[in-house]
């Protein structure tokens, strides 16, 4: 079973990338439905943050094409991204950790401003308006996701959970229509993985984002999933439900090495 592509937002066809002799995504293919959280599961070195980096235009694939509400993005930029309605947050968090978590915010929301670089030199009634706009952007995410406390304070002196959620914020802030989330539980604790599938959930729900993510959480997954593909060893080796994936037999094979 499959997503209809009349209902996808994302449609990805074909996506092989090799680096030398290395096939590191062999021909996948599958359909983002709109409106829901997909998971993109496999073991380490399935091809998962390699699918996600094509997304992003950071690499190049030799085969395939990515249709964006039915345009191809293949050609587009990595600078115009944020533009085409796609946001992300990143393994590795790249926080500015001298800066507040408000201006941290900012900088994700300044994907969408007008304002030049004349324009930030000298300031006009037009660019303070903006600046004005994109800091109430700011302080509407800060309470949604209720770092409303720290607002004020340098991102590199909270604790790494106040760091996941700032960025987790900076990429709402650049107001996506599908958000790319790269294992976004790693490091946190209990109490945090549960606020994370709260926030997940809150997003599609209530933001209308739709959601695309790779975690090796299973339970996260699972929990939060309308929809879920597997990869394994750089193919896609089933999709469907959470409940239908937790019983396909290739999948209990690449995470368990047997049925």
Same mark, same amino acid.
């Given at each position: 079973?499959?997503?209809?592509?009349?209902?996808?937002?994302?449609? !990805?066809?074909?996506?092989?990338?090799?680096?030398?002799?290395?096939?590191?995504?062999?021909?996948?293919?599958?359909?983002?439905?709109?409106?829901?959280?997909?998971?993109?599961?496999?073991?380490?070195?399935?091809?998962?943050?390699?699918?996600?980096?094509?997304?992003?235009?950071?690499?190049?694939?030799?085969?395939?094409?990515?249709?964006?509400?039915?345009?191809?993005?293949?050609?587009?930029?990595?600078?115009?991204?944020?533009?085409?309605?796609?946001?992300?947050?990143? =393994?590795?968090?790249?926080?500015?950790?001298?800066?507040? !978590? =408000?201006?941290?915010?900012?900088?994700?929301?300044?994907?969408?401003?007008?304002?030049?670089?004349?324009?930030?030199?000298?300031?006009?009634?037009?660019?303070?308006?903006?600046?004005?706009?994109?800091?109430?952007?700011?302080?509407?995410?800060?309470?949604?996701?209720?770092?409303?406390?720290?607002?004020?304070?340098? !991102?590199?002196?909270?604790?790494?959970?106040?760091?996941?959620?700032?960025?987790?914020?900076?990429?709402?802030?650049?107001?996506?229509?599908?958000?790319?989330?790269?294992?976004?539980?790693?490091?946190?604790?209990?109490?945090?993985?549960?606020?994370?599938?709260?926030?997940?959930?809150?997003?599609?729900?209530?933001?209308?984002?739709?959601?695309?993510? !790779?975690?090796?959480?299973?339970?996260?997954?699972?929990?939060?999933?309308?929809?879920?593909?597997?990869?394994?060893?750089?193919?896609?080796?089933?999709?469907?439900?959470?409940?239908?994936?937790?019983?396909?037999?290739?999948?209990?094979?690449?995470?368990?090495?047997?049925?």
């Amino acid at each position: 079973m499959a997503v209809d592509q009349t209902n996808a937002l994302l449609q !990805v066809r074909g996506i092989t990338v090799r680096f030398g002799g290395i096939t590191a995504l062999d021909n996948v293919s599958f359909n983002l439905p709109k409106d829901k959280v997909c998971g993109l599961i496999g073991p380490n070195g399935a091809g998962k943050t390699t699918l996600f980096n094509c997304l992003s235009r950071l690499y190049d694939y030799q085969e395939g094409d990515l249709l964006f509400d039915g345009q191809s993005i293949t050609k587009t930029p990595v600078h115009e991204m944020a533009n085409t309605g796609i946001g992300r947050t990143f =393994q590795n968090l790249a926080m500015f950790k001298t800066m507040s !978590v =408000q201006e941290n915010i900012m900088v994700g929301a300044h994907s969408k401003s007008k304002t030049g670089f004349l324009g930030g030199m000298w300031p006009t009634s037009k660019t303070r308006s903006e600046e004005t706009d994109l800091k109430k952007r700011a302080d509407q995410l800060i309470d949604r996701l209720k770092l409303t406390d720290v607002a004020k304070r340098p !991102v590199g002196d909270l604790p790494f959970g106040f760091q996941k959620r700032v960025e987790f914020a900076r990429a709402l802030a650049s107001q996506p229509r599908l958000l790319l989330l790269d294992e976004p539980a790693a490091g946190l604790n209990h109490e945090e993985l549960s606020d994370l599938a709260d926030l997940i959930k809150q997003v599609r729900d209530e933001m209308g984002i739709t959601v695309l993510l !790779v975690e090796h959480h299973m339970s996260l997954v699972m929990s939060v999933s309308d929809w879920i593909v597997a990869l394994n060893f750089g193919r896609k080796i089933a999709e469907g439900t959470p409940e239908q994936i937790q019983k396909h037999p290739e999948v209990i094979r690449a995470y368990l090495g047997g049925a």
